[in-house]
């Protein structure tokens, strides 16, 4: 019964995952980021977030396969980088990433990662 349902959730995550990247592919295929509204270029950047999201959970795994496990902060390190890769890619798209941004969001992505890793496990000493 367990391996029935893995085996439907692996085939779920596949068709959604290759949805996602056909919807990208049409999406951006048939359209001209000179052409058309902001708010297409909106949607298009939420694709392609959704879409690096997908990613970063693929690398995830195999990282976890070669050792590198991240237990139960996974989907707050996946959504983190997500967040940071989304930020340069939006910097960049308008043309005012420069060296001292990459500098300033780096450091600063690792202390909020640190920190909301950190606070939930004082916050539960204290309740003891």
């Known amino acids: 019964m367990h391996l029935k349902a893995s085996k ?12 996602l ?8 295929g048939l359209t001209s980021p000179t052409k058309v509204a902001a708010p297409t270029l909106f949607i298009g ?3 392609v977030v959704a ?8 690398v995830s795994k195999v990282l976890g396969w070669y ?3 991240f237990g139960r902060h996974r989907q707050r390190f996946l959504r983190l980088t997500t967040g940071v890769i ?15 941004d990459l500098m300033v969001m780096l450091p600063l992505a690792l202390v909020l990662y640190l920190y909301l ?12």
């Open 8 to 19: 439907l959730f692996i085939r779920h995550q596949f068709w959604s995952t290759a949805a």
């Open 21 to 28: 990247f056909g919807l990208d592919g049409l999406f951006f």
């Open 45 to 47: 950047f939420l694709l």
């Open 51 to 58: 879409s690096l999201y997908r990613v970063m959970q693929g």
């Open 67 to 69: 050792g590198l496990r």
């Open 86 to 100: 989304a930020g340069v890619i939006a910097l960049q798209s308008i043309g005012e990433l420069t060296a001292r």
């Open 117 to 128: 890793s950190v606070t939930p496990a004082l916050e539960r000493g204290n309740d003891s």
